[in-house]
């Protein structure tokens, strides 16, 4: 089993909202990541999460906001969006932080902000 | 600067012919590859991987080469199959323990014609 579940599928939301987006694995991977894709774009690296504990922050402003309440679960909590962070929010795990361990993601939540 | 580069936006293919998918890399730190192919709106699948130690790993219809001296890797797809049809990105990692930064390609799209 190497299913990454992401919810909402979709979601729309103003720029004065505070929403959540959630990431589950239960393959027991120790590592998870926050990965943002816009359109015709690969995916770019936002957060990193190794052991539940925050590794990397790769510049993203402060109205995303990452939380990792257990191994298991990955959440990214939105505030104040910008219509330019309208994109797909990609989740993804894997089973520790090497370079042999492959990432697996999640379906994605498509985010549109108004 | 581009680290990892697929100079092929798309590809046409016939049905059950092969499909060629390649990728190019500039840093010599990484160690290790993979391909993940992708739906639109979906989060990318992972298909193959391989790491700087071998020059070949096959899997199913799916096979990638690696050369390190000319630093580029390529997928090959036999035969291709309607379902193949998606966008293909090729991906990287550095060496080592905490080595997250997974580096994609911008993509290939593949068109297998029935």
Redesign the interface.
């Known amino acids: 089993d190497?299913e990454?579940t992401?919810t909402p599928k979709h979601l729309v939301m103003g720029m004065t909202n505070k929403k959540s987006l959630k990431c589950e694995q239960h393959m027991g991977h120790r590592?998870m990541?926050w990965y943002k894709q816009k359109a015709?774009?690969?995916?770019e690296?936002m957060f990193?999460y190794?052991y539940e504990k925050l590794?990397?922050n790769e510049s993203v402003p402060s109205r995303f906001s990452p939380e990792c309440p257990n191994s298991s679960l990955l959440n990214l909590h939105l505030h104040a969006l910008q219509p330019e962070d309208s994109a797909?929010y990609?989740?993804?795990s894997s089973q520790g932080?090497?370079?042999?361990h492959?990432?697996?993601?999640?379906?994605?939540t498509?985010l549109t902000v108004l | 600067d581009q680290q990892v580069k697929q100079n092929s936006p798309s590809l046409s293919v016939q049905e059950g012919r092969i499909s060629i998918l390649n990728c190019d890399y500039t840093n010599s730190m990484f160690?290790?590859f993979?391909w993940?192919k992708k739906y639109p709106?979906?989060?990318?699948?992972?298909l193959i991987?391989i790491?700087s130690i071998k020059d070949k790993n096959e899997d199913g219809r799916f096979t990638v080469f690696l050369n390190k001296s000319a630093k580029h890797l390529s997928l090959h797809i036999v035969p291709s199959q309607p379902g193949d049809s998606a966008v293909y990105?090729c991906a990287a990692?550095?060496?080592?323990?905490?080595?997250?930064?997974?580096t994609?390609?911008?993509?290939t799209k593949l068109s297998v014609i029935p």
């Open positions: 190497t990454v992401q590592a990541y015709k774009k690969p995916p690296l990193v190794s590794s990397i797909l990609l989740c993804a932080a090497s370079s042999q492959t990432q697996y993601f999640g379906p994605g498509r | 160690d290790y993979l993940y709106a979906e989060g990318p699948t992972f991987s790491s990105f990692r550095p060496g080592g323990s905490g080595s997250y930064q997974l994609f390609g911008k993509g």
